[in-house]
């Protein structure tokens, strides 16, 4: 296994964006979480999930018939001020990556492939550098985790769950991004998405979502060490 050089400053950069971003993301997650549990505390339900949040918080802290008294109602407003600054923090965020992505050549290119956002395609280039540093796609995979581990027992070999080395964030975005594609693969027609249909019918969804996510930075890898746009091939 090869490793990856110094990073230049814009590569440290980009990074940078990146985990501070991730950073705001995890606060944000947590703050969510536990304003749900302390309106749980008031017989208060929220659903889960970002989008229902940002719906219902608004018309619980103006219901002033349900049961939530006065002084824990500003401090749910305290919170929920920190909340849309941290949202608005991520979103000042992604705008900036968007931005990033839309000025690097290879990212555009990048982008072309299913399951591929600006997010994977700025922190792959940020974090890699020069792909040609790995000698073929299965290396490249090998370094983002995304390999299985292979366990031998009777002169047989068994293959187990991927073995996580590597960098992690680069790895979580991939498998994010092989599950965006899975939710609408009934609209895909392309080889690539039907091979992860298959997998997902024989093995499950979070089985297809990491090979289809290993399949997408082999091809990543392609790209990038040979400087070629994406191209559909048959299976």
Same mark, same amino acid.
């Given at each position: 296994?090869?490793?990856?050089?110094?990073k230049?400053?814009e590569? +440290?950069?980009? @990074?940078?964006?990146?985990?501070?971003?991730?950073?705001?993301?995890?606060?944000?997650?947590?703050?969510?979480?536990?304003?749900?549990?302390?309106?749980?505390?008031?017989g208060?339900?929220?659903?889960?999930?970002?989008?229902?949040?940002?719906?219902?918080?608004?018309?619980? @802290?103006?219901?002033?018939?349900?049961?939530?008294?006065?002084?824990?109602?500003?401090?749910?407003?305290? @919170?929920?001020?920190?909340? +849309?600054?941290l949202?608005?923090?991520?979103?000042?965020?992604? %705008?900036?990556?968007?931005?990033?992505?839309?000025?690097?050549?290879?990212?555009?290119?990048?982008?072309?492939?299913?399951?591929?956002?600006?997010?994977?395609?700025?922190?792959?280039?940020?974090?890699?550098?020069?792909a040609?540093?790995?000698?073929?796609?299965? +290396?490249f995979?090998?370094?983002?985790?995304?390999?299985?581990?292979?366990?031998?027992?009777?002169?047989?070999?068994?293959?187990?769950?991927?073995?996580?080395?590597?960098?992690?964030?680069?790895?979580?975005?991939?498998?994010?991004?092989?599950?965006?594609?899975?939710?609408?693969?009934?609209?895909? %027609?392309?080889?690539?998405?039907?091979?992860?249909?298959?997998?997902?019918?024989?093995?499950?969804?979070n089985?297809?979502?990491?090979? @289809?996510?290993?399949?997408?930075?082999?091809?990543?890898?392609?790209?990038?060490?040979?400087?070629?746009?994406y191209?559909?091939?048959?299976?």
């Amino acid at each position: 296994m090869r490793f990856v050089p110094i990073k230049s400053a814009e590569q +440290q950069s980009a @990074l940078m964006l990146h985990r501070i971003r991730s950073l705001a993301v995890r606060e944000r997650t947590a703050l969510v979480n536990q304003m749900r549990g302390l309106f749980g505390e008031f017989g208060v339900v929220l659903q889960p999930g970002l989008t229902r949040f940002r719906r219902g918080i608004s018309a619980i @802290l103006e219901d002033a018939e349900n049961g939530i008294p006065m002084p824990a109602r500003h401090l749910f407003a305290d @919170l929920y001020d920190r909340f +849309q600054q941290l949202d608005a923090k991520v979103n000042d965020y992604d %705008k900036k990556i968007e931005l990033m992505a839309t000025q690097s050549e290879a990212a555009q290119r990048l982008r072309k492939l299913g399951g591929v956002g600006a997010k994977i395609a700025t922190a792959i280039i940020a974090s890699v550098g020069d792909a040609k540093l790995f000698k073929n796609g299965r +290396q490249f995979v090998a370094w983002l985790g995304l390999v299985p581990r292979q366990h031998s027992s009777g002169g047989k070999a068994r293959l187990g769950h991927i073995n996580k080395r590597g960098d992690a964030y680069l790895r979580t975005l991939l498998i994010h991004g092989a599950r965006a594609v899975l939710r609408v693969a009934d609209k895909r %027609k392309d080889p690539q998405t039907q091979w992860a249909m298959q997998v997902r019918e024989r093995r499950g969804n979070n089985i297809a979502a990491v090979a @289809l996510a290993a399949k997408i930075a082999r091809t990543i890898w392609a790209m990038l060490s040979k400087g070629t746009e994406y191209r559909v091939a048959a299976i």
